[in-house]
């Protein structure tokens, strides 16, 4: 599917051809793609980080771009 028959169907679904809809669809569905982004993890955006454990320390460090955590291994 091309980005103008995404565009046509959105239109023919939606039954909406007025102006301003039409001309804010680009936005709309950049809105949509980044709104995917976010809520799916892909692996492509996955990292695998080893960290050390200090004794009296209750709190592990995170990487400077850590986003949110996958999983989590404590090996002794």
């Known amino acids: 599917m091309t980005y103008s028959e995404l ?3 959105i239109q023919n679904y939606l039954e909406n051809s007025e102006t301003t809809f ?3 669809l680009p ?3 950049k809105q949509a793609e980044e709104r ?3 809520s799916v993890k ?3 955006f ?3 980080v ?3 454990l200090t004794a009296g320390n209750q709190y592990l460090s995170t990487p400077s771009d ?3 955590n996958f999983s989590l291994s404590v090996i002794s």
């Open 7 to 9: 565009k046509s169907l």
């Open 22 to 24: 039409v001309n804010d």
């Open 27 to 29: 936005q709309i569905i």
């Open 36 to 38: 995917i982004l976010k």
């Open 42 to 44: 892909l692996p492509n």
């Open 46 to 48: 996955r990292k695998n």
């Open 50 to 52: 080893q960290g050390n």
């Open 66 to 68: 850590f986003l949110d």
